[in-house]
């Protein structure tokens, strides 16, 4: 595993707690961090999930309504009216 260095800052009474812990732990203050960091779970992305979730749903119920749409020429139209004709070329 590679590392980087980095400089943070923290508040001094953290700073001194984890100090003290790699002190009884006999570890480094970096291995400490480094464990903790580890130990903590990522945050859910619960807003991100319910707008998949939405965006699937509404996705399903539109798919019916547009089987007789072709909707790569409907792209090229609309990009051609954008940019003109010989805009891919």
Same mark, same amino acid.
């Given at each position: ?11 001094? $009474? ?9 002190? !009884?732990?006999?570890? @480094?203050? #970096?291995?400490?961090? %480094?464990m *903790?960091l580890?130990n ?8 991100a999930?319910k707008?998949?979730a939405?965006? $699937? ?9 547009l !089987?007789?749409?072709? @909707?790569? #020429?409907?792209?090229? %139209?609309? *990009? ?10």
């Amino acid at each position: 595993m590679n590392y980087v260095t980095t400089n943070i800052r923290i508040p001094e $009474d953290d700073y001194l707690r984890l100090k003290q812990e790699a002190a !009884v732990l006999r570890k @480094s203050l #970096s291995h400490v961090v %480094r464990m *903790r960091l580890k130990n903590t779970a990522p945050k859910k992305l619960d807003g991100a999930e319910k707008l998949l979730a939405e965006t $699937d749903a509404f996705a399903k119920r539109v798919r019916k309504k547009l !089987v007789t749409i072709d @909707s790569v #020429s409907t792209i090229r %139209r609309l *990009r051609d009216t954008r940019y003109g004709k010989n805009y891919h070329s």
